[in-house]
């Protein structure tokens, strides 16, 4: 008979709690994500999600509360080490070196992480997943349309298969072709192994990729659970 043991969570957050000056932006706010799943982080704006996202990757101090990576304990870590650990946070703003071509874009995010001989494979997988970045490998960056931009900086960011990816708000502002592309790279990524937390105004699409779901309310944890049915606890709890 065979024993079914836990596995550790990839992601262990308790009892967080940030401040902005006097104002509380997190408070008390704690969840696992298992590894190689994908949990959505919802909530109306100003709920706390970004702050969560920032917390997490060492941009904000904790007032209080833990952060385990794999059973690390992370709390108050430097942003770059926890980089260093496999942690990518894409924010909406875009991560992007203007006056480098597209291609030299990618060659840059793979510099110190990829080898030199794998580089050309990682820049073809990169070019399927977005075809619009392939089409205009010679182009500058800076000269892309906005939207385009944003696929190159998550582009960017999945270059190096990360082991944890916080994916903030990336649909904002995306045309709805570009917005099932982000969505589409964030599958792949989970199924290659990478566990995702997803950030979305776009709940729909958020909730049909993940498994679990969490709910901020004023910097609350509001309500947490499965994906699937997560829906039913949204109206209620984006009332102010
Ligand atoms: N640097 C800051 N200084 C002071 N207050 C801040 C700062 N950043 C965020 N806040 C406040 O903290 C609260 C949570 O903000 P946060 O950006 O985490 O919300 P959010 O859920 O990501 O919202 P949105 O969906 O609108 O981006 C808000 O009330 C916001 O005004």
């Not at 100003?46 to 997490?56: D, F, P, S, Y």
């Not at 291609?103 to 075809?131: C, S, T, Y």
């Not at 960056?141 to 190159?152: K, P, Y």
Request: hydrophobic content about 50%.
């Amino acid at each position: 008979m065979t024993t079914a043991i836990a596995a550790r969570p990839a992601l262990s957050v308790s009892r967080l709690t940030v401040n902005y000056g006097l104002a509380r932006a997190l408070s008390d706010v704690s969840f696992d994500v298992a590894q190689g799943s994908c949990v959505a982080v919802l909530g109306a704006n100003g709920a706390g999600k970004t702050t969560l996202a920032r917390a997490i990757t060492g941009l904000v101090p904790l007032r209080e509360g833990k952060v385990l990576l794999d059973g690390q304990d992370i709390t108050g870590w430097a942003t770059h080490r926890i980089a260093r650990l496999g942690v990518t946070h894409v924010p909406a703003e875009r991560m992007i070196l203007p006056g480098l071509s597209v291609l030299d874009n990618l060659r840059a995010a793979m510099r110190w992480a990829v080898p030199r001989n794998g580089r050309a494979a990682a820049i073809e997988r990169a070019f399927e997943r977005f075809p619009v970045l392939g089409s205009r490998a010679k182009q500058l960056a800076g000269t892309l349309s906005g939207g385009e931009q944003q696929m190159l900086s998550l582009a960017r960011a999945l270059a190096v298969p990360p082991k944890l990816v916080i994916a903030d708000e990336l649909s904002h502002g995306l045309a709805p072709m570009l917005v099932a592309s982000v969505f589409e790279a964030l599958a792949q990524i989970r199924a290659q192994g990478s566990t995702v937390v997803i950030i979305e105004q776009f709940v729909g699409a958020a909730l049909e990729l993940a498994d679990e779901a969490v709910i901020l309310r004023r910097g609350e944890l509001a309500w947490s659970g499965p994906a699937s049915v997560a829906g039913d606890q949204l109206a209620a709890n984006y009332l102010e």
